[in-house]
């Protein structure tokens, strides 16, 4: 008797466990996204993931189990085109049911545009554009242009982004727009926002989510100002242009990057080109990505007093959830002041 009863008990446990659990099914691009998703939904479900791990979204191929998760979506959340170039088809072939929100568009969102001129132009004359880089970032570059937003700050240009009948019109805008928590702060509204109606039973509990997660960024936001003060007149150089949007919000000196995607890698060239940067803008660190390969860091910063550090814009070292966004923002801040402080 007494066995069955646990045993019945137990099973009403097991059964009820995943019942109180279940959110809605929702879809994520990359980590940084995922990470302010996870935190409004804390207490409600667990959005998943496409770009894990240590992948990069720059290079990311899509795999079968990410074409399932989309499939059975009731809402999918991405930056947009320009940056997870592989969900351009997946999501155009998705069904009506699902809800696609493109974050670079909600509302409050600050855009930059990528940044071009000096150490930032990684593009040659447009008549010799493919000398000296990869294959791999300019294969579509012909034939597809206006689906290749990935390249297009490489491949199609600056000179000739424009003349192209862009549909999305996000060609020159820079992507990484959630490398300011005041653009995560609108994200977060966006994502709540769209939750709230996909799932109205717990509005209350986003809601109150959003009010925590809008406290810890401003939190955020004050102790990177203080984090990277002493060291803001130093100049630095990125392995990708990524930072602009941490650089605008904290007024650190970015002098130039190796390359402007990192799907595209620098050729010989490339990599003399920003040696002989370093030595004239007197950049005091150089920053490697852990995705991409620290020895081009070596070769650049050869024969300088530069220094070589990691920043992680993308979170490929860090495990996903609701904490990666401030671990992520907070090493980013640490990396710049360690490295720059030790460097004169
Ligand atoms: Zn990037």
Redesign the pocket.
């Known amino acids: 008797m007494k066995s069955t009863s646990a045993l019945l008990f137990a099973s009403t446990m097991l059964l009820a466990a995943p019942a109180a659990a279940a959110g809605p099914n929702v879809v994520v691009s990359i980590k940084p996204i995922h990470s302010l998703v996870a935190s409004i939904m804390q207490g409600v479900g667990e959005p998943s993931l496409i770009v894990e791990g240590a992948a ?3 290079t990311y191929n899509m795999k079968p189990s990410n074409a399932s998760a989309l499939q059975a979506a009731k809402v999918v959340f991405w930056v947009g085109p320009g ?1 997870e170039a592989f969900l351009d088809k997946p999501l155009d072939a998705l069904s009506d049911g699902a809800k696609v929100v493109e974050l670079s568009d909600a509302p409050g969102i600050e855009k930059l545009k990528f940044r071009e001129g000096g150490a930032f132009e990684a593009h040659d004359d447009e008549d010799h554009g493919d000398e000296g880089h990869g294959e791999e970032g300019h294969k579509h570059a012909e034939s597809e242009a206006e689906h290749d937003h990935a390249a297009a700050p490489e491949a199609a240009g600056a000179e000739e982004g424009h003349d192209h009948d862009h549909d999305h019109g996000h060609g020159d805008t820079d ?2 727009m959630w490398l300011d928590p005041m653009n995560a702060k609108a994200m977060a509204a966006e994502i709540e926002k769209t939750l709230a109606e996909a799932d109205p039973d717990n509005a209350d509990a986003y809601r109150a989510n959003l009010e925590a997660l809008n406290k810890r960024l401003d939190a955020l936001d004050a102790k990177l100002t203080e984090t990277v003060a002493p060291v803001k007149d130093k100049p630095f150089v990125v392995f ?1 242009d ?1 930072y602009q949007y941490f650089e605008h919000r904290y007024k650190v000196r970015v002098a130039g990057s190796i390359t402007v ?2 799907e595209v890698l620098p050729g010989a060239e490339r990599l003399s080109e920003i040696h002989a940067k370093i030595r004239e803008l007197g950049a005091t660190c150089v920053f490697a990505e852990p995705q991409f390969e620290p020895k081009l860091i070596n070769v650049v910063i050869e024969g300088t007093p530069a220094k070589s550090g990691t920043l992680d ?2 979170a490929g070292t860090l495990d996903a959830g609701p904490d990666l966004y401030f671990r992520m923002m907070e090493g980013i801040g640490t990396s710049l002041k360690t490295c720059l402080a030790s460097a004169s």
């Open positions: 990069s979204p720059h940056l992507m990484h990708h990524a995607s990192p814009p993308e």
